[in-house]
Structure formats: structure tokens, C-alpha cells
């Protein structure tokens, strides 16, 4: 037992750090939503991410199977695993910017940013689309890191529980400080083209990216903190 524990808080480490990009895409899209839906989607978002990994873990044996070469174009071996990285990479880029947009051009020009009624199914069905790609990622770096399934089955359930508790404080502060979420969204297409490259064999460490965006993140509440003394001071 004590042999399988440092495997297991290593991969609960891994899987709640990978589970940011989860958290921060949920929570952009529930900011969208009425004050009463938001939390619906971010238990319905994280709940489904749960039975998708659970559910892919059931699979493990067609899990490992998306790891092997499907066809070759270009000199690129494009697996099951690769295309699906593919397309999550180009959705999330496609999203972060069009948010991106949204924020600054459309906003600047005081047109309608509220979101359409009934539009809790389109998000929901967005997340459903990221929690895949995610899901999948996350499952094949299980599968790399231990061999005990109750290891990954308990790792999965863990991670969810402290995204579940992590997702409405992230989601709040987000949506309270605008500069942060235009930093949240430029993290988002990021990890868009880190999954896209990693669909073409071109690994782009994870460590680069969230060491930047966590030194960005520094400025920003460094930038926020002067902003606020600066003014404070005007108005003594």
C-alpha cells in the first residue's frame, strides 16, 4: 500500500495541474451564463469530465491502441491519439481567439456581448468537445506514469473532487478582474497550440508554458496591486 501511495499523490499532482486548463475553459464559458446557471455548468462540466475518464479507463485496452500509427503524410505518423490532439488543439485555438476577440474589438465597440438564450446546451456542448481531448490526454498519461488501475480509478476521482472545489473561486476571480481573463484566454491558446504540435510529434514541454503564464500571472497582480495603491493615493 505504502509503495503505491507516492505513485498515486504524483499523478493526483499531475492530473490537477493538467486539470487547470479544464477549469479555466469552464469557467470562461460559464462568465457567459446568467448568475443561476454558472455553477450548473461548471458541476455539469467537471461532473462529465469524471465519467469520461472513468469510463476511458474501462477502455484502457483501446486506450493504448490510439498510440499506433494510423497513416503517414508528409513524413508525420498521425496516430488516434494525434488527431484527436489535433482537433482539440485547433477547437481551443478557434475559441480562445474568437473569446479574445469578443473581449477587446467587439466590446471597444459597444455592441451586444450578452450570450443568447438557451444557450447553456451550445456551452455545455463546447465543454463536452474539451473534456474529451482532456480526458484522453490525461488517461494515456496515467497509463504512462502506473501500472495499478484502483491506482488511476482513485487518481481521476481525487482530481475531480479538487477541481469541483477549485472551479467556483477560479471562476469568481476570473470574472472579477477583466485583465486576468484575457490572460486565462491567452493561456487557453497556448494550450491549443501545445496540443496541436503535440498531434504533429513536436513536443512543446508543459513546464514552459506554465512557468510563463505563472510569471505573466505575477505581473498582472503585481500591475493590479500598483494600479490600486497609485489610486488610492490620488484620491487621500
Same mark, same amino acid.
Given at each position: ?43 455539469? $462540466?467537471? &461532473? =462529465?469530465?469524471? *465519467?469520461?475518464?472513468?469510463?476511458? %479507463?474501462?477502455?484502457? +485496452? ?5 498510440? #499506433? ?10 496516430? $488516434?491519439? &494525434? =488527431?484527436?490532439? *489535433?482537433?482539440?488543439?485547433?477547437? %481551443?485555438?478557434?475559441? +480562445? ?5 469578443? #473581449? ?133
Amino acid at each position: 500500500m505504502t509503495e503505491a501511495l507516492i505513485p498515486l499523490l504524483s499523478l493526483i499532482a499531475l492530473e490537477v495541474i493538467l486539470g487547470i486548463d479544464n477549469i479555466i475553459f469552464i469557467s470562461i464559458l460559464a462568465d457567459k451564463l446568467p448568475e443561476n446557471q454558472r455553477n450548473k455548468l461548471r458541476y455539469w $462540466g467537471i &461532473g =462529465l469530465a469524471m *465519467i469520461m475518464r472513468l469510463s476511458l %479507463l474501462a477502455l484502457i +485496452s483501446w486506450i493504448l491502441k490510439l498510440d #499506433k500509427t494510423l497513416f503517414t503524410f508528409a513524413d508525420v505518423d498521425f496516430t $488516434g491519439k &494525434g =488527431l484527436i490532439l *489535433i482537433i482539440g488543439g485547433l477547437f %481551443l485555438i478557434y475559441k +480562445s481567439t474568437k473569446e479574445i476577440y469578443h #473581449k477587446t474589438e467587439i466590446a471597444n465597440s459597444h455592441e451586444s456581448a450578452l450570450p443568447k438564450k438557451g444557450s447553456f446546451r451550445k456551452l455545455l456542448g463546447e465543454v463536452i468537445i474539451l473534456d474529451l481531448v482532456f480526458s484522453i490526454d490525461s488517461i494515456i498519461t496515467a497509463v504512462g506514469m502506473v501500472n495499478e488501475l484502483w491506482v488511476m480509478y482513485a487518481a481521476v476521482i481525487v482530481t475531480v473532487i479538487i477541481m469541483l472545489v477549485a472551479s467556483k473561486p477560479i471562476s469568481e476571480f476570473i470574472s472579477k478582474h477583466p485583465s486576468f481573463k484575457i490572460l486565462a484566454l491567452c493561456f487557453l491558446l497556448m494550450i491549443g497550440v501545445s496540443l496541436l504540435a503535440e498531434g504533429f510529434h513536436f513536443e512543446i514541454p508543459k513546464g514552459y508554458i506554465y512557468f510563463s503564464m505563472a510569471f505573466a500571472f505575477l505581473v498582472d497582480v503585481i500591475q493590479m496591486k500598483t494600479v490600486k495603491v497609485n489610486t488610492t493615493t490620488k484620491n487621500g
